[in-house]
Every structure is written in structure tokens, then in C-alpha cells.
């Protein structure tokens, strides 16, 4: 892989990577979301430049958003816990579900092949697009009722459907906690911390079924590359900060509407890859 390249193919990419981290840690802050949605499908496209056996492009693409999300999602907490905007009791009690969802997740993801994580990424973010779009908020505050049973099954199943699409969950976790009451900014900053436990999860889980597969990629832990990594981490921790800022000065009808275009936007680009593979 980065072996094989020159210097500069070896400075094109990194600045590829580079200025892909500046919109993926803005996302992360204005959004809730971990950055998956957007450093997915660019790493899909970086790592298949730089010949990456194609059975595994999407798994490492997927293994290394998550490594990535961990950071950044801190970096969004702290910002929207100082606008009051993160509740901590639903993240551990909803939480402890979304984490059992995204062990189940990462192993059926490790059996999938790359055209079908591919496929399974694309058709999510369209009906999460469609959903959001057509959302509309609720005029009045009302109380938040969101009983155990209900935190199990909602928790199991965004937790599975994040991890073979490399995410921290807000794409489902934020449209789940405004349906039981939470206000749009609230959501958000919920959603951003569950987001943490998500890519913790998925990061290790990754990192074993990669080393359990015995797969040899370069500079790579299992399905996670560290030079990836490393770029990103530092750019998308400060755009999360700015990210988190922006959203709390935004009308909160025009926040949900863009984060529904957004998956639009992601399902769009990823369909054409599936097409095209």
C-alpha cells in the first residue's frame, strides 16, 4: 500500500485526508454525529486509490471512522454539555442497549462483503433522509417518556445498524430521542455522547475481527489505519468544537431539515458506488 507510493502521492493523500476531516469534525458538532456519514465513504474511495485488497475496503473504511468518531465525539460532548444540551441519564441508561446492538452489528458486518456494507450503508441513510425531511416539530414541549423496554429495543437495533456503517448513531439515536421528547439541540448533544460508547464499541470490535480474520494491511491495527488516524483526529477534534457552537445558533426546524438533505446527500453517492462497483 503506502509502501509502494512517492512522496508525492504520500502528501496528496494526506491532504485528501486532511481536508476531508475539516466538513467530517464539523458534522460531528453540528450534527450530534460522529463524522461516519461523511469519512466513510471518503476513506472507501482514499483506500481503494491506494490498492487496499477490495474484500476488506469498506470494513477498513468502517474500522477506521469508528477509531476516529471516539475522539471527536469527546471534543463534541464537552462543547454541547456547556450549553446544558447533553442528558447523561439517558446516556447510560439507553447507552448500555446501543453498545449491545453494535457488538451483534460488528460481527455480522465481518461476515459481509464490501458491495454489500456498501448497499446496507446507502439504503439506511435514505430512509433516515426521508424521515427527517418530513419531520415536523412538535409546537409544544412535552415531557420526555421513554420507558425501559422501549430503551432496549430502539438501543439494540441502532446499535446494530451502526456498526457495519462505521458511525457513532446519531443518524438514528437523534430522530429516537425527539420522538420521545427531547428538543432538537438536546437530542444532539445525547445522541454525540451515546456516540462515544458507539465507536468505542465498534473501534475494538473491528480491531478483533480484523486480527481474528488474520488480514494483512499496512500501518493498519486489524481493520483500523493508524495514518488515517492520526490525520484526522486532530483536525476533526477542533471543527467538532465549532460544529457543537454553530448548532445552538441555528433555528432548530432548519437544523432537522438539513440533516435529513445531508443523508440524502451520503445515500445519493453511496448508491452510485454500489452500481458502479
Given at each position: 500500500m503506502i509502501e509502494n507510493l512517492s512522496m508525492s502521492q504520500i502528501i496528496y493523500f494526506a491532504t485528501v485526508m486532511a481536508l476531508t476531516a475539516i466538513p467530517v469534525g464539523f458534522a460531528a458538532g453540528l450534527f450530534g454525529i460522529g463524522g461516519g456519514l461523511i469519512s466513510v465513504p471518503f476513506l472507501f474511495y482514499i483506500f481503494g486509490t491506494l490498492n487496499v485488497d477490495s474484500e476488506h475496503i469498506m470494513h477498513l473504511a468502517v474500522g477506521t471512522s469508528f477509531a476516529i468518531i471516539m475522539p471527536t465525539s469527546i471534543s463534541s460532548v464537552l462543547a454541547h454539555n456547556k450549553f446544558k444540551a447533553v442528558d447523561f441519564d439517558i446516556v447510560k441508561s439507553y447507552g448500555i442497549f446501543v453498545m449491545m446492538g453494535v457488538v451483534v452489528g460488528t460481527i455480522f458486518a465481518s461476515i459481509l462483503k464490501t458491495q454489500q456494507l456498501i448497499l446496507f450503508f446507502s439504503i439506511v441513510t435514505f430512509f433516515?433522509?426521508?424521515?427527517?425531511?418530513?419531520?415536523?416539530?412538535?409546537?409544544?414541549?412535552?415531557?420526555?417518556?421513554?420507558?425501559?423496554?422501549?430503551?432496549?429495543?430502539?438501543?439494540?437495533?441502532?446499535?446494530?445498524?451502526?456498526?457495519?456503517?462505521?458511525?457513532?448513531?446519531?443518524?438514528?439515536?437523534?430522530?429516537?430521542?425527539?420522538?420521545?421528547?427531547?428538543?432538537?439541540?438536546?437530542?444532539?448533544?445525547?445522541?454525540?455522547?451515546?456516540?462515544?460508547?458507539?465507536?468505542?464499541?465498534?473501534?475494538?470490535?473491528?480491531?478483533?475481527?480484523?486480527?481474528?480474520?488474520?488480514?494483512?494491511?499496512?500501518?493498519?491495527?486489524?481493520?483500523?489505519?493508524?495514518?488515517?488516524?492520526?490525520?484526522?483526529?486532530?483536525?476533526?477534534?477542533?471543527?467538532?468544537?465549532?460544529?457543537?457552537?454553530?448548532?445552538?445558533?441555528?433555528?432548530?426546524?432548519?437544523?432537522?431539515?438539513?440533516?435529513?438533505?445531508?443523508?440524502?446527500?451520503?445515500?445519493?453517492?453511496?448508491?452510485?458506488?454500489?452500481?458502479?462497483?
Open positions: 433516515l433522509g426521508i424521515y427527517l425531511i418530513f419531520l415536523k416539530e412538535k409546537k409544544i414541549k412535552i415531557k420526555t417518556d421513554f420507558k425501559m423496554y422501549q430503551k432496549l429495543l430502539f438501543g439494540l437495533i441502532s446499535g446494530f445498524i451502526s456498526a457495519p456503517m462505521g458511525i457513532g448513531g446519531a443518524v438514528m439515536n437523534v430522530p429516537i430521542l425527539k420522538f420521545f421528547g427531547y428538543s432538537i439541540n438536546r437530542a444532539i448533544g445525547s445522541a454525540a455522547a451515546i456516540g462515544f460508547l458507539v465507536s468505542t464499541t465498534g473501534s475494538v470490535g473491528f480491531f478483533i475481527t480484523g486480527a481474528f480474520k488474520d488480514v494483512n494491511i499496512p500501518l493498519s491495527l486489524g481493520f483500523v489505519n493508524v495514518p488515517a488516524f492520526l490525520i484526522f483526529v486532530p483536525i476533526t477534534i477542533v471543527m467538532a468544537r465549532v460544529g457543537a457552537k454553530t448548532v445552538h445558533k441555528i433555528e432548530k426546524k432548519l437544523i432537522t431539515k438539513l440533516f435529513g438533505f445531508f443523508n440524502l446527500l451520503v445515500s445519493a453517492k453511496l448508491f452510485y458506488e454500489y452500481f458502479s462497483y
